[in-house]
């Protein structure tokens, strides 16, 4: 009796493990395409809401007029994302497109993750004859295209317009840092807890424009373009500025993260990208505008159009929709209303013509329109700028919190920044 | 431990059982049947432990060799790993941002878990008292610790100590007008070890049930000795509870070391890099996680996570050594 019930457990048993195991293969096949010829593509981005609801309507747009491809989406915030798309892709599982950038593509490239597009280019599912002037080759590393650009920025100072006003300093093509520095120190004087400019000293885009106008850059092709001394003198001088009481100190900016001191309303002028504004706007009652980067010399500014991008995975099994949608999302006039300057000014002719700019939208169109003649090739992105830039703003932030003096900043950001280019 | 004991009694007992009965009864019929039902029995038993056993290879155990591999190595994620030797483990020594992470660690763990125990043992003194709603107290001061390891918490707490949120606003009321602490490097620290501290629901619950152990003539035969509160608390109360306390302590420090999501929410976006303010908030696994996942240097973080577990058993053996000079067991020799 004993015996026969142990063996009939131990068929139960058997059987209930054979359907674990079925439901394990199961679940790990999922994801694939269903039958009727439908063809499934994973498309994810990094980006607050505003920018995933108009996302998604872009995304009905293309399903509704290629209803044999159907499109997953994901997004996170820009930190997020990477890690994320890291850990799929080292799965061997990453998206078939996502939203990429300068600073990433000699990285995924040299590890053979991003879709060389040319040949798709090439078989026609892929027009790149429409980009507007300098973003043709915005994506092309040795040769391959590996990113599509779908919006095209530039840096800038977002100031607070009757702030300057009021000192009488109109920043306006051609200013040089005498000029900003003498508002600077005008306004910081004039209000409690209002500061003339936000402490931008970690932001490695600035520095690299700063360096631009001396002849330098951030990087070489192969690693820093600057010396320790630079650095220290461009990390020194914010410190001191700082303790003058010109600048937004590092515990009340950190307070209002992840609003930017202008839109929290420390401060009167922030150094970033143009798209930017639209967020900032949307965050402050404030009157703000756009200027082009004060120069040394009244001439050279050092700035260029950097975009955002689409870029395939190397690994997607559908390399003619992938290309198919990004063709779609680059050249069609619906996708540019809708998306307006959101990535960036839009990138074809067809779009930037099909969208009629209004209110910030406006500003960055003039404010592009305006520098487009001073523009310039931009600074070569090598494999690890991504960590660069992260470590850049880490280590400049402790010095600014008074935990790491200038000098044993300098030399931990030459320390991380030798490890992380691999040089 | 213990749930092995109970859910596998069966089979162990039963084929103890049988050969117990086989060496003195050498015949062949019946012990050649009872082999073969033992057998049977045997292999009911593994067919039932199986799924466990293989979510433990392929899950655990089976990661684990690899991460110790990989620490020896150079590994991108992408391109196979390349052997470095020691590499790893002596850049350890001489990365800053490792030492920081380390301290950081080790003064959440210094302060955090005595804390959170102190607060534990105070409430659950509190509680063991019969009163009315008693249910009701107990229900509701462990309730942080089932939501406190979620980001929502974490979200909730950055909020209530950013600049002029209510913290801020409160303390002001009393003249103290600090700002926020979540930006201040001086003061993040603190914050996450209060969020720490307000999860002690579950040491509490484990000192409740050793409370409740405690022999009341114990206390009543002090207290007609004329001992006072103090008194009874030191003498007797530590002492008879401090198998549990050496059980919660474990359990806190262990826990302590691997903290990870509070301290992430709290520092709150970090431009892709993890520590928030000045690197003050550097928790051990998060730099680990930001070298594994954001960096790409897997051979590194593998590498770090096997120096985790050697000093947290390090500090568990320690920890065990020490348990003779203060742990009183009951059968145990006093």
Redesign the interface.
Known sequence: MSSRLSRTTGLRALGAGLVALGLLASGCGGGGDSGDGKVTIRYSWWGAQDRADLINKTIELFEKEHPNIEVKTDFQEYGDFWTKFNTQAAGGNPPDVFQNSHAFLRKYGQKNLLLDLNAQVKAGNLDLSDFRQGLEKAGEVDGKLLGVPVGANTFTVVYDVEAFKKVGVTPEPGWTWEDFDKAVEKISGSKKDFWGASDNGGVMYLYDLYLRQQGKAFFTEKGLGFTEADLRKWWGDHREKSKEGLLVPAKQSEQVKPKSSVSAELSAAEFTWDNFLVRYTSETDKELALAPIPTMDGKKTGQYLSSLMLSASARTKHPEEVATFIDFMVNDPEVGKIMGYNRGVLPTNAQFEAYKPEGPDAMIAEYENSVTEYLEPITPHPAGTDTVEAAFLSIYGSVAQGTTSVDDGVAQFFGEAKTALGS | MTSTDISAPSVDGEERDDRKTRRPAPSPGPAASARR?AR??T??GY??L??WCVGILLLTLGPMLVSLYLAFTDY????SPRWVGLRNFSEMFSD??WWQSVKVTGLFVLIATPLKLAIALGVAMLLVKPRKGQGFYRSAFYAPSLIGASVSIGIVWRALF???AVVDRSLSLFGWSG??W????DWSMPTLIALSAWQFGAPMVIFLAGLKQVPRELYEAAEVDGAGAWRRFRSITLPMISPVVFFNLLLEIIHSFQIFTSALVIA??????A?G????LLVYTWYL?EQG????RMGYASAMAWMLLAGIAVVTAVLFWSQRRWVHYEEGGR
């Not at chain 2, 709150?268 to 890099?273: A, I, L, S, V």
């Not at chain 2, 303010?277 to 003050?280: K, L, N, R, V």
Request: charged share 30%; hydrophobic share 20%; aromatic share 10%.
């Open positions: 039902r049977r029995e292999l009911a067919l039932f199986s799924p991108n994620l992408f391109d800053d941002r950013q600049d002029d700002g926020g979540i930006g201040d490097p709150g976006p970090g431009g892709g890099r520590g303010p000045g690197d003050s996680y996942f954001s960096n790409l």
